[in-house]
Protein backbone atom coordinates (compact mmCIF):
# COMPACT_ATOMS: atom_id res chain seq x y z
CA UNK A 1 0.00 0.00 0.00
CA UNK A 2 2.93 2.04 0.83
CA UNK A 3 4.27 2.01 -2.61
CA UNK A 4 1.08 2.50 -4.25
CA UNK A 5 0.65 6.33 -2.32
CA UNK A 6 4.40 6.98 -3.50
CA UNK A 7 4.01 6.19 -6.77
CA UNK A 8 0.94 8.69 -6.65
CA UNK A 9 2.52 11.58 -4.56
CA UNK A 10 5.85 11.25 -6.80
CA UNK A 11 3.60 11.47 -10.07
CA UNK A 12 3.94 15.32 -12.29
CA UNK A 13 1.27 16.71 -13.81
CA UNK A 14 2.09 15.33 -17.51
CA UNK A 15 0.89 11.73 -16.06
CA UNK A 16 -1.81 13.55 -14.50
CA UNK A 17 -2.75 14.83 -18.21
CA UNK A 18 -2.36 11.91 -19.56
CA UNK A 19 -5.03 9.62 -17.62
CA UNK A 20 -7.69 11.97 -19.36
CA UNK A 21 -6.78 12.10 -23.14
CA UNK A 22 -8.29 10.44 -26.00
CA UNK A 23 -5.59 9.62 -28.79
CA UNK A 24 -7.94 9.35 -31.90
CA UNK A 25 -7.74 7.43 -35.00
CA UNK A 26 -10.20 7.97 -37.93
CA UNK A 27 -9.93 4.02 -38.43
CA UNK A 28 -10.09 2.23 -35.45
CA UNK A 29 -13.22 3.35 -33.86
CA UNK A 30 -16.47 4.59 -34.90
CA UNK A 31 -17.27 8.17 -33.65
CA UNK A 32 -19.92 7.60 -31.26
CA UNK A 33 -17.60 5.51 -29.82
CA UNK A 34 -14.86 7.94 -28.87
CA UNK A 35 -18.40 10.78 -28.78
CA UNK A 36 -19.55 8.41 -25.52
CA UNK A 37 -15.94 7.74 -24.40
CA UNK A 38 -15.15 11.74 -23.83
CA UNK A 39 -18.41 11.71 -21.78
CA UNK A 40 -17.10 9.75 -19.48
CA UNK A 41 -13.89 11.10 -19.27
CA UNK A 42 -15.20 14.26 -18.62
CA UNK A 43 -17.51 12.73 -15.43
CA UNK A 44 -13.87 11.55 -14.11
CA UNK A 45 -12.12 13.93 -14.51
CA UNK A 46 -14.18 16.82 -15.23
CA UNK A 47 -12.71 17.51 -18.76
CA UNK A 48 -10.77 15.73 -21.72
CA UNK A 49 -8.05 16.10 -23.87
CA UNK A 50 -9.06 15.01 -27.63
CA UNK A 51 -6.07 14.35 -29.59
CA UNK A 52 -5.40 13.19 -33.48
CA UNK A 53 -2.99 13.41 -36.60
CA UNK A 54 -3.20 14.17 -40.04
CA UNK A 55 -6.86 12.96 -41.31
CA UNK A 56 -7.96 11.78 -37.95
CA UNK A 57 -7.95 15.77 -36.81
CA UNK A 58 -11.52 16.34 -38.78
CA UNK A 59 -12.87 13.38 -36.31
CA UNK A 60 -11.69 14.95 -33.82
CA UNK A 61 -13.35 18.36 -34.63
CA UNK A 62 -16.42 16.56 -35.06
CA UNK A 63 -16.60 14.95 -31.66
CA UNK A 64 -15.88 18.02 -30.05
CA UNK A 65 -18.77 20.11 -32.21
CA UNK A 66 -21.15 17.14 -31.44
CA UNK A 67 -20.34 17.67 -27.07
CA UNK A 68 -20.80 21.46 -27.68
CA UNK A 69 -23.73 21.21 -29.40
CA UNK A 70 -25.51 19.10 -27.13
CA UNK A 71 -24.62 21.25 -24.33
CA UNK A 72 -21.99 18.79 -22.66
CA UNK A 73 -18.68 20.77 -23.25
CA UNK A 74 -17.17 23.79 -23.26
CA UNK A 75 -14.05 24.40 -25.34
CA UNK A 76 -10.62 25.15 -23.17
CA UNK A 77 -8.12 25.41 -25.79
CA UNK A 78 -7.14 24.16 -29.16
CA UNK A 79 -3.55 23.52 -29.93
CA UNK A 80 -2.33 23.10 -33.51
CA UNK A 81 1.06 21.86 -34.54
CA UNK A 82 3.26 19.74 -37.30
CA UNK A 83 5.02 16.11 -35.61
CA UNK A 84 8.02 14.99 -37.59
CA UNK A 85 7.27 11.21 -38.26
CA UNK A 86 8.99 8.30 -40.29
CA UNK A 87 6.97 7.29 -43.87
CA UNK A 88 6.72 3.48 -42.90
CA UNK A 89 6.49 2.94 -46.82
CA UNK A 90 9.39 4.77 -47.97
CA UNK A 91 11.65 5.14 -44.78
CA UNK A 92 11.91 8.89 -45.04
CA UNK A 93 11.10 12.09 -42.37
CA UNK A 94 7.56 13.18 -42.89
CA UNK A 95 5.40 16.18 -41.28
CA UNK A 96 2.28 15.54 -40.04
CA UNK A 97 -0.49 18.63 -38.44
CA UNK A 98 -1.54 17.63 -35.04
CA UNK A 99 -4.59 18.89 -33.17
CA UNK A 100 -5.31 18.94 -29.30
CA UNK A 101 -8.65 19.86 -28.15
CA UNK A 102 -9.61 20.40 -24.27
CA UNK A 103 -13.04 20.10 -23.42
CA UNK A 104 -14.44 21.20 -19.94
CA UNK A 105 -18.01 20.07 -18.64
CA UNK A 106 -20.68 22.49 -18.92
CA UNK A 107 -22.88 23.08 -15.94
CA UNK A 108 -26.11 21.64 -16.99
CA UNK A 109 -23.22 18.51 -18.15
CA UNK A 110 -24.42 16.27 -14.84
CA UNK A 111 -28.16 17.35 -15.57
CA UNK A 112 -28.11 16.38 -19.36
CA UNK A 113 -26.35 13.09 -18.31
CA UNK A 114 -28.82 12.23 -15.44
CA UNK A 115 -31.72 12.66 -17.63
CA UNK A 116 -29.93 11.04 -20.47
CA UNK A 117 -29.67 8.18 -18.38
CA UNK A 118 -33.49 8.14 -17.16
CA UNK A 119 -34.78 7.90 -20.46
CA UNK A 120 -32.39 5.09 -21.14
CA UNK A 121 -33.94 3.51 -18.28
CA UNK A 122 -37.41 4.03 -19.53
CA UNK A 123 -36.73 2.61 -22.88
CA UNK A 124 -35.08 -0.41 -21.71
CA UNK A 125 -38.30 -0.99 -19.01
CA UNK A 126 -40.74 -0.13 -21.94
CA UNK A 127 -38.97 -3.20 -24.21
CA UNK A 128 -38.75 -5.72 -21.31
CA UNK A 129 -43.03 -5.07 -20.69
Do not use: C
Request: glycine fraction near 4%; aromatic fraction near 4%.
Amino acid sequence: MEEITEGVNNMNVSDLQKKNRIQVSNTKRPLFFYVNLAKRYMQQHNEVELSALGMAISTVVSIAEILKNNGLAIEKKIMTSTVDMKDESRGRPVQKAKIEIVLGKTEKFDELMAAAAEARELRESEEQS
